[in-house]
């Protein structure tokens, strides 16, 4: 039996984290300022018409909320199995997780990748001093990401494991991911396709 079937028989029901990283919030912070604030509003409206025994009121206010909930408060990570060399991309919230184990075989690197990363911000104006906000013109801020990831041997693949404050960190974790998956820590280095190659000198 080859390496694959076996690990196509692992029961995905239950497996269990060896490692977890919180990735943080699925949504940018000015979305969620944003679902925030409309929520607070709903969340009165809820109160309102819970004090005033309005049925309708208080579903319309429910149904609204968990949608709202969901954009301003969950989070995304990855969780690690070791013994069975799988990984699983979760969505986190209010302390439920879901999302489905994928096994790491394909993936046999480990590298540590920094790229730009831009969010897109929506600046808040005042008009004629009479306090009515609105929406600016977008501002485009750029940050740098340093994060560790599995890649497959040509690195032209990959997956997301655990964003990291630093350097330094994520050479740890990289390395320790390594380690305990039986992976090789390295440095990215993508393979060029022979058609890309074929363009390149045309």
């Not at 429910?62 to 989070?75: D, E, K």
């Not at 730009?116 to 801020?141: D, E, F, H, I």
Request: overall charge positive.
């Amino acid at each position: 039996m080859s390496d694959q079937n076996i690990l196509d028989e692992v029961d995905l029901k239950s497996l269990k984290p060896d490692l977890s990283f919180d990735n943080g919030f699925n949504f940018a912070t000015h979305t969620r300022f944003t679902l925030m604030t409309f929520g607070l509003f709903i969340f009165l409206g809820l109160v309102f018409s819970i004090l005033s025994t309005n049925l309708i009121g208080i579903g319309f206010a429910t149904v609204l909320l968990i949608p709202i909930s969901y954009g301003a408060f969950s989070r995304g990570g990855v969780d690690l199995n070791f013994e069975h060399d799988h990984y699983r991309e979760y969505i986190n919230f209010l302390g439920w997780k879901s999302g489905k184990w994928k096994t790491a075989y394909g993936l046999t690197d480990v590298s540590i990748l920094t790229m730009n990363k831009t969010a897109r911000v929506g600046g808040m104006s005042n008009s004629g001093g009479m306090g009515v906000g609105y929406m600016g013109p977008q501002v485009s801020l750029q940050e740098k990401e340093t994060a560790v990831y599995l890649l497959t041997p040509s690195h032209r693949k990959r997956r997301l494991i655990s964003i990291c404050k630093n350097y330094d960190l994520a050479e740890k974790r990289a390395k320790e991911i390594a380690e305990k998956m039986d992976k090789s820590f390295k440095k990215f280095n993508p393979q060029i396709s022979e058609a890309t190659k074929a363009r390149r000198y045309r």
